[in-house]
């Protein structure tokens, strides 16, 4: 090696040297600090709003905004995690599945239901998430008191796994609420088969006691129906009998009681029965002067029509005092279309009877007209 090239070449830096190099650089760098603009940073989050900033983020999101509208970023997130396409049978049934639990948490019920729907639509090959599946949506149905299609659910879950005690359990529950005694004792007995458990025990003698109470009770309907069936026939045989003329039947096999229900707002209650063998008929009163009516619940066919108009004489909205039992004519329109003038001392049953009279409506109707009147006159013209 030459002289001159050991002339050139540097002695290495001491401790001392290397020190003070560092110490330099970074009154350097403090300076260079320091010369800056001092200004607060505005981009970031607020920290007392970081949740809701980061809750607009796609990867964070927890709902959809407000607006309905998402983020071509978020769309095409929630295209990568439910595209066909993308994903397979089992990977979409658990996404669908994930959405459906994080609505189901926080108590979106009938979201959750979507969400689980959608999963069972996939119809994946894992038995284990089809189940879990149903079960979740019976639990969502159970919360909406959708008793019936938490059951249907429940068993749905069990076809795919018959030990899943959760289905089995929600199946016994839903099963009780929608009355369904014998289902409810039928999953709480499989519950028992394998493990005691006091809420199953409880659940199962709940069902039992309301069993036969449900039992007692469809006997008493029944016993009930079928009085009520022979009282209708002995009603309408009674008519039949009496050869009461009803409109809108043809003959005596037409006779039904829907043709003899009253069909003024409210009287559906007043329809013809029978007390003692003795027709009671509801009857309608009309007066065509003041256009006012009187309704009467129960009229005995043995009770002569006078009987009634004593009850409502004098009438209230009567001032000159012309509505009087013997100042009265009473007519009924019959099925030639015209009025046919009565004896209110005669039985309602013998009235009934009468030529041309036809029960409309299940209610023997009457006009109340004053003897002599003008508007007895101009009541009878308007039917010539």
């Known amino acids: 090696m030459s002289d001159k090239?050991?002339?050139?070449?540097?002695?290495?830096?001491?401790?001392?040297?290397?020190?003070?190099?560092?110490?330099?650089?970074?009154?350097?760098?403090?300076?260079?600090?320091?010369?800056?603009?001092?200004?607060?940073?505005?981009?970031?989050?607020?920290?007392?709003?970081?949740?809701?900033?980061?809750?607009?983020?796609?990867?964070?999101?927890?709902?959809?905004?407000?607006?309905?509208?998402?983020?071509?970023?978020a769309e095409g997130l929630a295209k990568l995690k439910y595209d066909p396409e993308e994903n397979t049978p089992l990977e979409l049934a658990n996404s669908y599945k994930e959405d459906g639990n994080f609505n189901f948490k926080h108590k979106n019920y009938r979201l959750a239901l979507l969400g689980y729907t959608e999963g069972i639509k996939v119809r994946c090959d894992d038995a284990d998430v089809n189940a879990s599946l149903y079960n979740n949506r019976a639990a969502a149905h159970w919360y909406l008191k959708n008793y019936r299609s938490a059951l249907f659910d429940s068993e749905k879950a069990l076809t795919f796994d018959p030990n899943h005690n959760k289905a089995r359990l929600r199946a016994a529950k839903s099963a009780f609420e929608a009355k369904k005694y014998d289902t409810c004792i039928a999953h709480c007995n499989k519950l028992l088969e394998k493990r005691s458990n006091e809420e199953v025990i409880e659940l199962l003698n709940k069902a039992k006691k309301c069993k036969l109470?449900?039992?007692?009770?469809?006997?008493?309907?029944?016993?009930?129906?079928?009085?009520?069936?022979?009282?209708?026939?002995?009603?309408?045989?009674?008519?039949?009998?009496?050869?009461?003329?009803?409109?809108?039947?043809?003959?005596?096999?037409?006779i039904d009681l829907s043709k003899l229900e009253p069909t003024l707002p409210g009287a559906h209650d007043a329809i013809v029965h029978l007390e003692n063998g003795v027709l009671i008929w509801p009857i309608l009163l009309l007066y065509p002067e003041h256009q006012m009516t009187d309704f009467i619940k129960g009229c005995s066919e043995n009770v002569p029509l006078m009987k009634q108009l004593e009850q409502v004489f004098p009438a209230p909205w009567d001032r000159d005092n012309k509505y009087k039992c013997e100042s009265v004519n009473v007519y009924y329109e019959g099925y030639d279309k015209m009025p046919h003038i009565i004896d209110p001392m005669k039985t309602l049953g013998e009235i009934l009877v009468s030529k041309y009279f036809e029960l409309k409506g299940g209610t023997a109707a009457f006009f109340i007209l004053p003897r002599g009147s003008v508007i007895e006159r101009n009541y009878i013209e308007c039917h010539l």
């Open 213 to 254: 109470v449900q039992e007692r009770d469809e006997r008493k309907k029944i016993r009930s129906d079928t009085k009520k069936n022979e009282d209708k026939d002995e009603l309408i045989k009674s008519i039949i009998q009496r050869g009461i003329r009803i409109s809108k039947c043809d003959d005596a096999d037409d």
């Open 5 to 73: 090239t050991e002339s050139n070449k540097k002695a290495p830096m001491t401790d001392e040297e290397r020190l003070a190099l560092c110490q330099k650089l970074d009154e350097e760098l403090d300076d260079f600090i320091n010369s800056l603009e001092k200004k607060r940073y505005t981009d970031g989050w607020p920290e007392d709003r970081w949740e809701e900033e980061m809750d607009k983020h796609p990867f964070f999101m927890k709902s959809v905004p407000s607006d309905g509208e998402l983020s071509p970023l």
